[in-house]
């Protein structure tokens, strides 16, 4: 568990938003699989990673485990603000 946030922007294209994500990851030291992304500062064998991100049909899922994971979300929004222009960032809800 962690802090969980939705991201989202009426610019995110559905069909390459995986694409866009592991491009962005590429930067981190990270784990992807489809949909799917893990990034931590150092890695570690099975070391918690410090956020996770995930493609839902409303956007991006993020969660902050702690560590560096607020940094990574600054990153994250930095990089998609400046590639889709508006992004909104909010407390992830059921």
């Known amino acids: 568990m962690g802090v969980e946030y939705l991201i989202t922007s009426p610019a995110f294209p559905a069909d390459s938003l995986q694409e866009t994500l592991a491009r962005l990851a590429s930067h981190w030291d ?17 070391a918690m990673p ?16 702690g560590g560096q994971g607020r940094a990574f979300l600054g990153r994250l929004v930095a990089a998609l603000v400046s590639r889709y222009d508006q992004v909104t960032v909010q407390e992830y809800e059921l």
């Open 50 to 65: 410090d956020a996770s991100l995930a493609i839902e049909p409303a956007g991006i899922y993020f969660c902050d485990h």
């Open 30 to 46: 990270s784990e992807a699989r489809a949909g799917y992304f893990s990034a931590v500062e150092m890695l570690a064998e099975n």
